[in-house]
């Protein structure tokens, strides 16, 4: 059974920095797509998304220049560095598993993926 883990949510100033990390165990294939959502008002919206295959990224128009997505194959982990934070990016972050290696498809769609429980960004003015 898939299970997620996510870490290193907490609170920071506008301007700062924070990095997040998930660990996944019991993914079953070699071709999977990992992901960061964020937790908007009516949806989860995707963030940044890697791919196991070739390490290709997606990222989030907001995301693009300010956060990097990173993965370590051999443990199964990502990690989202996240730079120039604002309020803005203030919500829930969850990490998603899609068995497809296509980011775009995590990423804009989020269906078919496994979830952890998520971690807390709070960025202060």
């Known amino acids: 059974q898939l299970q997620i883990v996510e870490s290193g949510g907490g609170l920071v100033q506008a301007g700062g920095s924070l990095v997040l990390s998930c660990t996944a165990s019991?993914?079953?294939?070699?071709?999977?797509?990992m992901g960061w959502f964020r937790q908007a008002p009516n949806d989860r919206q995707g963030v940044a998304c890697i791919?196991?295959?070739?390490?290709?990224?997606f990222y989030s128009d907001s995301a693009k220049g300010r956060f990097t997505i990173s993965r370590d194959s051999a443990k199964n982990s990502m990690s989202l560095r996240m730079e120039s934070l604002n309020p803005s990016d203030s919500g829930i972050y969850y990490c998603?598993?899609?068995?497809?290696?296509?980011?775009?498809?995590?990423?804009?769609?989020?269906?078919?993926?496994?979830w952890g429980q998520g971690t807390q960004v709070t960025v202060s003015a």
């Open positions: 998603a598993v899609r068995l497809s290696p296509s980011t775009r498809t995590l990423c804009v769609r989020g269906s078919g993926a496994s």
């Open positions: 019991g993914i079953t294939s070699e071709n999977y797509a």
């Open positions: 791919s196991s295959v070739d390490d290709s990224t």
